[in-house]
């Protein structure tokens, strides 16, 4: 019996480990097929300029893809699409074959593609979080006690852990936060100088937010070119840049005016 046993050992090892299945193992979806695809789901004959087709997650999703195109002549943002491999049943259990069975095909609508941030973005980005997240304590905190915490250099101490886990000291350009509060604390005003080391806002700017919110006076009004605040639950200055051109969205045909009217698209899941 001793003897059998590295010759049963080489018989279940003699297929070697299993191999994962992975994006390779597909057909590739070419440029002119996901064109035509795009073509035929906005429903009406538009130029179709396919910038890549890349593979999602190609280990955990080797039957997905995704694809950027441009619209030359509709003036739209880059927009990405998903496909997905569609399986064609029944297979047979036995059976192998050389290539999957089935086709790709359009598995989402069309969105925006955002590019890539530039560092300052992403700093601004990071300072909006986290105001985000030290006014979701503070108003937690309001809600406890029917007024907002004081302000100064403890704000840390009240809100630390009941309302946040971490207070971030400084913002990304390594300028600390500003909070303040009127003299009643039923408002609140948070900002970040953003780039710039001090604040260009006037002092009576902060205390009448603070102490009033958001009135008539103030509502709308754009806080400063390197400004980002926040006030009762509104940021005063959205300062993230939005993509240039329009976006294409099911419904919306860049190639027909809406004075013609437009025929529905078809979505991912029609014929």
Same mark, same amino acid.
């Given at each position: 019996?001793?003897?059998?046993l +590295?010759?049963?050992?080489l018989?279940l090892?003699?297929?070697?480990p299993?191999a994962?299945?992975?994006?390779?193992?597909?057909?590739?979806?070419?440029?002119?097929?996901?064109a035509?695809?795009?073509?035929?789901?906005?429903?009406?004959?538009?130029?179709?300029?396919?910038?890549?087709?890349?593979?999602?997650e190609?280990?955990e999703k080797?039957?997905?893809?995704?694809v950027v195109?441009?619209l030359?002549e509709s003036?739209?943002?880059?927009l990405g699409v998903g496909?997905?491999?569609?399986?064609?049943?029944?297979?047979?259990?036995?059976?192998?074959?050389?290539?999957?069975?089935g086709?790709?095909?359009?598995?989402?609508?069309?969105? +925006?593609?955002?590019?890539?941030?530039?560092?300052?973005?992403?700093?601004?980005?990071q300072?909006v979080?986290?105001?985000?997240t030290?006014?979701?304590?503070?108003e937690?905190?309001?809600?406890?006690y029917e007024?907002?915490p004081?302000?100064?250099?403890?704000?840390?101490?009240?809100?630390?852990?009941?309302y946040?886990?971490?207070?971030?000291?400084?913002?990304?350009w390594?300028?600390?936060?500003?909070?303040?509060t009127?003299?009643?604390?039923d408002h609140?005003?948070l900002?970040?100088?953003g780039?710039?080391a001090?604040?260009?806002?006037?002092?009576?700017y902060?205390?009448?937010v603070a102490a009033?919110?958001l009135?008539p006076?103030l509502?709308?009004?754009?806080a400063? +070119?390197s400004?980002?605040?926040?006030?009762?639950g509104?940021?005063l200055?959205?300062?993230?840049?939005e993509a240039?051109?329009k976006s294409?969205?099911p419904?919306?045909? +860049?190639?027909?005016?809406a004075?013609?009217g437009a025929p529905?698209?078809a979505?991912p899941?029609?014929?």
């Amino acid at each position: 019996m001793r003897r059998a046993l +590295p010759v049963l050992a080489l018989v279940l090892g003699a297929e070697g480990p299993l191999a994962a299945q992975t994006a390779d193992d597909f057909p590739p979806l070419t440029r002119d097929f996901a064109a035509a695809a795009i073509q035929k789901a906005i429903g009406c004959p538009v130029d179709v300029l396919v910038l890549s087709v890349e593979a999602d997650e190609p280990d955990e999703k080797p039957a997905s893809r995704t694809v950027v195109f441009r619209l030359p002549e509709s003036g739209t943002a880059d927009l990405g699409v998903g496909f997905d491999w569609e399986w064609q049943f029944p297979i047979e259990v036995e059976s192998e074959w050389s290539e999957p069975p089935g086709a790709w095909r359009m598995a989402s609508a069309a969105s +925006p593609v955002r590019p890539l941030d530039s560092d300052e973005t992403r700093k601004v980005r990071q300072a909006v979080s986290e105001m985000r997240t030290i006014a979701t304590a503070v108003e937690a905190f309001g809600v406890d006690y029917e007024l907002y915490p004081l302000a100064g250099a403890g704000l840390w101490k009240r809100l630390v852990p009941t309302y946040i886990r971490r207070f971030p000291p400084k913002d990304p350009w390594g300028n600390a936060y500003r909070y303040e509060t009127g003299p009643k604390r039923d408002h609140y005003v948070l900002s970040s100088s953003g780039g710039e080391a001090f604040s260009r806002l006037p002092e009576s700017y902060f205390r009448e937010v603070a102490a009033t919110g958001l009135g008539p006076a103030l509502s709308g009004r754009p806080a400063g +070119p390197s400004e980002i605040v926040y006030s009762d639950g509104v940021f005063l200055l959205t300062p993230l840049p939005e993509a240039d051109g329009k976006s294409f969205l099911p419904g919306v045909h +860049p190639c027909v005016s809406a004075a013609r009217g437009a025929p529905e698209a078809a979505g991912p899941d029609d014929e």
